[in-house]
């Protein structure tokens, strides 16, 4: 085999090793920040305060988890994005108190 031929197959391999190697460690990322993001919604008592936001969020990463089961990664990762958008959206309707009565003075 020809000195060509060596470093084509060596980056060959190398390239194929670094794209099938991504899916994975992003999905993982993705779903590892998902939790983040859901432990400080869960923090500010997002459950309760932003029921529909929280609840959408833990869906989302349910689905994400399911989907890295079945090493579709991709998916993964758009199903971890999305709940993360959710449980960020959860924390800050959390924090704004979407339930205080404008007519009180407290």
Not at 80 to 106: D, H, Q, R, V, W
Request: some cysteine.
């Amino acid at each position: 085999m020809s000195l060509e031929r060596r470093v084509f197959a060596f980056f060959l391999l190398i390239t194929l090793l670094v794209v099938t190697g991504c899916g994975p460690i992003l999905s993982t990322k993705g779903t590892s920040e998902a939790k983040d993001a859901l432990a400080k919604a869960e923090a500010v008592n997002a459950q309760e305060l932003a029921p529909y936001e929280y609840t959408l969020a833990q869906e989302y990463l349910r689905k994400a988890d399911e989907l890295w089961g079945h090493s579709k990664f991709g998916d993964s990762t758009k199903y971890a994005k999305k709940a993360i958008e959710m449980a960020n959206k959860a924390e800050e309707k959390a924090t704004t108190n979407p339930y205080k009565n404008p007519l009180t003075s407290n």
